[in-house]
């Protein structure tokens, strides 16, 4: 099991920006590690964000994220971050962090941080 921590949210405006991070501790394999990035709004199903491989850096985005948010990870403290920029209202949600063994493959889930986008 993969421990989970996010952190980095929190209340911003419109146009502004935030970096989550997430910390992954316990079982965690390099060579075969996905770690990703989901949203939840209020009435609405969970949606995938970002993920990141941990062995080739190899990502993958959202249509809402592209071009937006960026995915990136640190080798030295098992870290992945999530760069938000130019948020939208509708960016509202709580996002979580959850690692895998692929794309569609994620078992191990943060509890999740609030991030606000304020119009």
């Known amino acids: 099991q993969v421990k989970l921590v996010e952190s980095g949210g929190g209340l911003v405006q419109a146009g502004d920006s935030l970096r989550l991070t997430c910390a992954a501790s316990g079982r965690t394999t390099p060579d075969k590690f996905v770690l990703g990035w989901f949203r939840q709004a209020p009435g609405l199903k969970r949606e995938f964000v970002a993920a990141i491989t941990w062995d080739d850096n190899t990502t993958l985005y959202a249509d809402s994220a592209k071009g937006r948010f960026t995915i990136s990870r640190d080798n030295a403290d098992f870290t992945v971050n999530l760069q938000m920029n130019s948020l939208k209202p509708w960016d509202t949600a709580v996002y979580y962090c959850?690692?895998?063994?692929?794309?569609?493959?994620?078992?191990?889930w943060g509890q999740g941080i609030q991030v606000t986008v304020s119009s």
């Open positions: 959850a690692a895998g063994i692929s794309w569609s493959q994620f078992y191990d």
